[in-house]
């Protein structure tokens, strides 16, 4: 496809479950960022790879979200233990590089009950 | 958290009237971003604008940075009602952060 596709577009799980949230970036674009946004606010900064390894993992809450980019290409968002908090829109982008514009999923929104 | 702030809120107004939205930020950024959103979207980037920049254009849209002020506005001319969104202001560092860090946008509405 020629843009960010996430999977799935809606997941609800019940509290204290653990989800997987997808992301197929652009090909070719070596950046792929996560982000959350709650209702009526801007996106949040969560992690930020370069390649395979996370090169900025500052804005992952706690240690019950983890992320992954084994091939440096598909990402998936990892949340254990999930807590009603946790709704929101979880966003992932991708870019070519440092300092380029970055190109956004549709999202992938998350309600924990 | 947050850098940047956005003013208005909310803003609506008439087709064919120009709109302006205005950022501000707190630290020292390589570029600014303006991004748009439609209702159950994703983020769509507008325009860049470089620290050493002042003004740029792309189409209907003109951008200013000043940052002395810390500061950018967003100028939509001729609005449409496609125009309708929210548009959203976000800032890249200067200290090797790649990340980009989001305002809390501004809830634009066209009214034919």
């Known amino acids: 496809g020629a843009g960010v596709s996430q999977t799935p577009s809606n997941k609800v799980t019940e509290k204290g479950k653990y989800v997987e949230l997808r992301c197929d970036p652009i090909?070719?674009?070596?950046?792929l960022y996560w982000y959350r946004q709650s209702l009526g606010q801007g996106p949040e900064f969560l992690i930020y790879?370069?390649?395979?390894?996370?090169?900025?993992d500052s804005g992952l809450p706690n240690d019950r979200f983890f992320a992954v980019r084994p091939e440096g290409s598909v990402s998936t968002l990892k949340i254990q233990r999930t807590e009603r908090g946790d709704s929101a829109v979880y966003l992932c982008a991708s870019s070519l590089g440092t300092r380029s514009p970055l190109h956004f999923g549709n999202g992938t929104r998350l309600t924990v009950t | 958290s947050q850098q940047g702030e956005e003013d208005p809120q909310a803003l609506s107004i008439q087709e064919g009237e120009n709109a302006t939205m205005n950022c501000s930020y707190k630290?020292?950024?390589?570029?600014l971003q303006w991004y748009r959103q439609n209702s159950g979207r994703g983020l769509v980037h507008l325009i860049l604008?470089?620290?050493?920049?002042r003004e740029k254009h792309s189409g209907r849209l003109r951008v200013t940075l000043d940052t002395s002020k810390k500061s950018s506005s967003l100028l939509i001319t001729a609005s449409r009602a496609a125009d309708t969104a929210s548009y959203f202001c976000a800032t890249e560092g200067i200290q090797g952060a790649q990340k980009l860090v989001f305002g809390q946008g501004t809830r634009l509405t066209i009214n034919p």
């Open positions: 630290t020292s950024i390589n570029n």
């Open positions: 090909s070719g674009h070596t950046a």
């Open positions: 604008i470089r620290s050493n920049e």
């Open positions: 790879f370069q390649g395979t390894g996370a090169a900025d």
